[in-house]
Structure formats: C-alpha cells, structure tokens
C-alpha cells in the first residue's frame, strides 16, 4: 500500500474523513493508522469536520509530533454543523477559534494548479459565514 501510494503520488496529497485523528490531545485510534501513513509517506493535509470548531494544527509526523520532519497539517472545519463548541486546547495548535458559535467554512487552493499546471502547494482560508477571514494558512507540496 505505501508503495503504491508513493509511485502514483500526486504532487500535493490533501486526506479527508470524518473525525479528526487529533481532536484537542486526544488521538482517534481508529484514524491514527491512516493519519501515520499519510504523514510518513508525503501526506500534506488532513482535512476534517465532526468537531463542530475550527482550528489548524502545527504540521505533524505520523506520531503527532511537530518539528524536525514534520510536514502533515490537520484542519478541522466542522464550525457549519450542529451546536458549535468551543476548542480544544493542545500546544500543537497553530491557531484555535477560541470563540463558541462562529459558523464557518474553510476554503482551500491548489496554488500553481491554475491552466493545467502542477499545484506545488496549498493554501486556505477559514471565513465566517459573511465572508471575513478569521486565518489564512498554507503548506509546500
């Protein structure tokens, strides 16, 4: 598997299910083993919902740890769902919506993918439901 995943990547690998792998500390177990084998093999970004907050974490290795070769970044945008709550606090946080019921959605962007070109990053943005910008944030491919 990770060597089919290596020899057809694509140059910017973005991951999406329903629960996050790290909800404030807290590891999913039952996504962590998708989360290390992304995060190990050139995973760029995990994008998630069910925790209705948003937040972005620091880019991770596939044993949540940042720094060093850490390159995978989790976003959880499920602030459009049900009864919005507050975020989870972890240090591996690089941005938290701290404030309860700010609806919202995250917008993202394959930069360079533009007229048939190879992205060669991503970049987002997190806006409430008027359209403000709350964080722009953003990862090499």
Not at 94 to 102: E, F, G, L, Y
Request: glycine share 12%.
């Amino acid at each position: 598997m990770v060597s089919d995943l290596l020899a057809s990547a694509p140059p910017c690998i973005i991951a999406t299910w329903h629960h996050p792998a790290l909800k404030g500390s807290v590891i999913n177990p039952v996504t962590q083993p998708m989360w290390a084998l992304l995060a190990d093999n050139g995973g760029d970004l995990s994008l998630h919902g069910h925790a209705h907050y948003l937040a972005e974490y620091r880019p991770m290795n596939g044993d949540f740890t940042t720094g060093g070769d850490a390159h995978m970044v989790e976003v959880i945008a499920g602030a459009g769902g049900h009864s919005l709550a507050n975020t989870k606090i972890d240090p591996r946080l690089a941005w938290p919506k701290t404030q309860i019921h700010t609806p919202g959605a995250i917008y993202v962007t394959l930069v360079g993918a533009a007229n048939g070109g190879e992205a060669t990053a991503l970049s987002w943005e997190f806006r409430d439901v008027n359209g403000n910008v709350l964080r722009t944030g953003g990862t090499t491919c």
